[in-house]
């Protein structure tokens, strides 16, 4: 085939696969061509708008803003005042939305559409719910004296299992896709390639990513503004639901056949080698390589590779049929399907992407139907690119960005340091006005002067003739120029005038003056968030997309299964993720994404109470692990998890002060009756004494003896008697010998 020159309309769409890839797809390559020439490579006048806002951030000098202070009589001003610097103004507000950025919070929630979402839940709260009712009459039969042969065990009531299943329930799917886009953000390091969408967001207004599958995991990267152009419905905000897009990629051969080396022959292989050997093989007139210089771009080995996506159209079939059952089914069946009696059959047509290379200006690759078409379950005909993106503010008008409200303030900010720049350079400070003829005579200027200026004393000879001795002969003249002031007030204007328009006040950057109250600094600051936070809400948009289109490309990645394990940089807790295939990719998931402004508010406000929990008993390292959560859904858990530990310590507490309260009853009433055994035993002892007593008066000792005597002869006695009774039990307890 001849190689296509210009196609001015898109081939039809609506033809047979064969029709499509009859002529080694003479079709596809005349489509893609047609897309080439329909983007804006072909003229590059947006993209090298583009590149200058990049151009203003980083502070590069484009001398045409500045013809009227380098050209202010049409004629070019000579020498180094004519060359402007950049001082910045545009860089340090972006440079502070990124790291505010960085820091916000990341709280994302998966849930389940499917519509047996309410099934399970309510099947899962019966299960509860029977368990404990089974208990429940468990408990009651051990309480009745029946051997159940399972425990009893202390139970909530039905009531209380209920609302805490309604507070805490969260569908299985919804688990494991919360799993999913976890694992996945930690895979792709998203919090590395948002930053990087975040910038472009604020220097073009424009942020642009692709997804799709490598060796059954998901990726995403950056798509660089300057690199991508698309055609999408006026009322359609993300490009992911247009119609095309064309990918500009600047490659090396080796990088060329590392991403289509099972499409590439070996001629091919050395065509894409004589390319880069001739030199860089571009198709538009005006190539951007970012910072590579021209003398690199014209040796360079780098070669032109367009990747083009669009929507084309399939036929399919809807077969309508009764089973051996007797019931009525449908079945989706493609454009070669021939039916058979009793069937019915209609044809439709459906979108279905489409893709494909170009490598230079002549070699096409891999022009096929994307084999991972990301459809929806209720409409066959609903497909999206693999690309997505968003422009901030392009609604009847052209786009505009932050860095693009500050380019007037910026170049007027330079013009007019240069213009100081100028006047300090005519500055000089004050000088004397004196009369040459008051020089001493046979002095020369040079010593005059050096003697004026090593003993501050500058001699004059009134005595030499012709020597005027008016007391005018001497002045001062001022030099110094009161413009300066004037250049210093209109710097000051100039940026305060930028600091309202982009909403970023001296109070949110932290510089507070001491005559400024605390509600006036609040105030300032609230106003300011309100201004930029149209930038984050948008982009959380943005953000809500991504998160639903990784999670949609997990289902074609994982369709066998994934079994893995990953850690939670949050709270380091290891999380085992085991997702079954066929139920992943049944799953409808949606993702909610809190606005990250009244989530950050909610946060300091949970994090400021750490003081008041640690005096209530909260465990440290629950209070450390919610200072440093940045996800609200986290924190809650936290909390959660701390309450029902400190009421479990609780109720241990209050069992066990009532264990001890019953141990004190039970000591006090075993002293009680310690103390009437020992009443007891006095009055037995005293009965005894008594008569031992009278035993031994009748002996012949009377009271009149010594009373330690007679205690010693009835303490021998009691003994002797002990000793008998302890002889009788040992000769009891001894066997007796038998015989045989």
Not at 160 to 169: D, V, W
Not at 276 to 295: C, E, K, M, N
Not at 354 to 383: F, H, M, V
Not at 691 to 719: F, H, P, S, W
Request: aromatic share 10%.
């Amino acid at each position: 085939m001849s190689e296509v020159q210009y196609i001015s309309d898109i081939p039809n769409q609506n033809i047979s696969y064969a029709a499509k890839i009859k002529d080694d797809y003479d079709w596809g390559r005349k489509t893609m061509l047609a897309y080439i020439q329909r983007s804006s490579f072909s003229t590059n006048t947006y993209k090298m708008w583009l590149k200058k806002l990049y151009d203003y951030y980083n502070g590069h000098i484009d001398i045409e803003d500045y013809k009227l202070v380098t050209a202010p009589f049409g004629k070019e001003i000579e020498g180094d005042w004519a060359d402007v610097k950049n001082y910045p103004i545009i860089k340090p507000k972006v440079d502070l939305l990124r790291g505010e950025f960085s820091k916000r919070p990341k709280d994302m929630t998966v849930y389940v559409v499917n519509d047996d979402v309410n099934n399970k839940m309510l099947e899962e709260l019966n299960k509860q719910i029977n368990d404990n009712l089974e208990q429940q009459f468990i408990n009651t039969l051990n309480a009745q004296g029946v051997d159940t042969g399972i425990p009893s065990q202390e139970i909530p009531t039905p009531e209380y299992i209920k609302e805490q299943f309604e507070s805490s329930y969260r569908d299985k799917r919804a688990i494991n896709g919360q799993h999913a886009i976890n694992f996945i953000s930690q895979y792709n390091k998203l919090d590395e390639v948002f930053d990087v969408a975040w910038f472009d967001w604020m220097a073009t207004g424009e942020v642009y990513t692709k997804k799709g599958i490598e060796h059954n995991e998901v990726f995403v990267e950056v798509v660089n503004p300057l690199d991508i152009d698309y055609d999408k419905d006026p009322d359609l905000q993300f490009i992911e639901d247009g119609d095309w897009v064309v990918r500009r990629k600047y490659m090396l051969p080796s990088s060329i056949i590392d991403i289509l080396y099972d499409d590439l022959t070996m001629d091919e292989i050395n065509q894409i080698e004589t390319l880069a050997i001739q030199g860089p093989a571009f198709s538009t007139t005006s190539p951007f390589l970012y910072d590579r210089t021209v003398p690199f771009k014209a040796y360079s080995r780098l070669i032109e590779v367009l990747h083009v996506e669009w929507k084309s159209k399939k036929k399919i079939g809807i077969v309508d049929f009764v089973d051996e059952m007797g019931q009525p089914q449908s079945l989706e069946v493609t454009e070669d399907y021939t039916k058979t009696e009793g069937q019915t059959l209609k044809w439709y047509w459906v979108n279905e992407v489409w893709e494909g290379y170009r490598i230079g200006t002549t070699l096409y690759k891999r022009i096929r139907a994307s084999q991972n078409q990301r459809n929806s379950i209720d409409n066959p005909s609903k497909c999206k690119l693999s690309y997505n993106g968003r422009v901030f503010s392009n609604r009847n008008s052209r786009n505009i960005s932050m860095v693009t409200l500050g380019i007037p303030y910026q170049v007027l900010y330079n013009a007019t340091m240069h213009r100081l720049k100028l006047a300090m350079a005519k500055m000089k400070d004050d000088m004397v006005i004196l009369d040459l003829n008051l020089k001493p005579k046979n002095w020369d200027i040079d010593k005059w002067m050096l003697m004026a200026d090593q003993t501050s004393i500058m001699f004059a000879d009134y005595a030499k003739e012709g020597v005027n001795r008016n007391n005018n002969t001497q002045s001062r003249l001022q030099i110094a120029s009161s413009t300066i002031q004037a250049y210093i007030e209109l710097l000051r204007f100039i940026k305060q005038e930028w600091d309202e328009v982009c909403g970023i006040t001296k109070q949110r950057e932290g510089q507070i003056t001491s005559s400024e109250t605390v509600g006036g600094v609040e105030r300032a600051v609230v106003q300011s968030s309100l201004i930029t936070e149209v930038y984050f809400a948008y982009f959380d948009q943005f953000k809500e997309r991504e998160y639903q289109g990784l999670l949609d490309w997990s289902k074609l990645a994982w369709i066998n299964g994934k079994k893995t394990s990953f850690v939670m940089p949050e709270t380091a807790k290891t999380i085992y993720m085991d997702i079954d295939g066929i139920e992943h990719s049944e799953s409808e998931y949606g993702i909610f994404v809190a606005k990250s402004s009244k989530l950050q508010e909610k946060i300091k406000m949970v994090q400021s109470i750490a003081q008041p929990l640690a005096q209530n008993g909260t465990p440290g390292s629950t209070i450390v692990e919610i200072l440093e959560s940045d996800n609200l859904a986290d924190i809650k858990m936290k909390l959660r998890s701390a309450e029902a530990k400190m009421q479990e310590y609780s109720q241990m507490k209050e069992k066990a002060q009532q264990e001890h309260e019953q141990q004190v009853v039970q000591m006090q009433s075993e002293m009680a009756d310690r103390n009437q055994q020992y009443v007891l035993e006095q009055i037995d002892r005293k009965g005894e004494w008594d008569m031992r007593k009278t035993e031994l008066t009748a002996l012949g000792m009377d009271e009149g003896d010594d009373n330690t005597a007679i205690q010693k002869a009835m303490i021998d006695a009691g003994l002797k008697e002990k000793e008998m009774a302890n002889k009788l039990a040992i000769a009891k307890s001894k066997p007796k010998t038998t015989t045989k």
